[in-house]
Nanobody, 123 residues
Framework: VQLQASGGGLVQPGGSLRLSCARS????????IGWFRRAPGKKREGVSC??????RTYYADSVKGRFSISRDSNTVLLQMNSLKPEDTAVYYC???????????????????WGQGTQVTVSS
């Protein structure tokens, strides 16, 4: 499985970006795609997750109401609105064989990782 994250960039506070995670490789009907981020000097943290099978979604409290995750064929999108400087980070997508579940935000759960895309929120 290969994951390709894209869509990052520089945006002003209050602006929007849409990240994309393109999946290729072994086809399976059940898996989860998660988005994580690592800010400078901080640990990588879970941002959002979606089940491929039923579309159930999960969000970190820090992004609820501002970010929206969706899926389309072999691509998962992360729409990020009302961006704040504290959203600045490298964003990664990851795949788990199964569903997001209650531990979706635990890094070691995930089997495959993409390369990351930089998001910078600054005026």
């Amino acid at each position: 499985v290969q994951l390709q994250a894209s869509g990052g960039g520089l945006v002003q506070p209050g602006g929007s970006l849409r990240l994309s995670c393109a999946r290729s490789g072994f086809a399976r009907s059940r898996y989860a795609i998660g988005w994580f981020r690592r800010a400078p000097g901080k640990k990588r943290e879970g941002v959002s997750c979606i089940n491929r099978s039923d579309g159930r979604t999960y969000y970190a409290d820090s992004v609820k109401g501002r970010f929206s995750i969706s899926r389309d064929s072999n691509t998962v999108l992360l729409q990020m609105n009302s961006l704040k400087p504290e959203d600045t980070a490298v964003y990664y997508c990851a795949e788990d064989v199964g569903d997001c579940g209650g531990t979706w935000f635990v890094e070691r759960k995930w089997n495959y990782w993409g390369q990351g895309t930089q998001v910078t929120v600054s005026s």
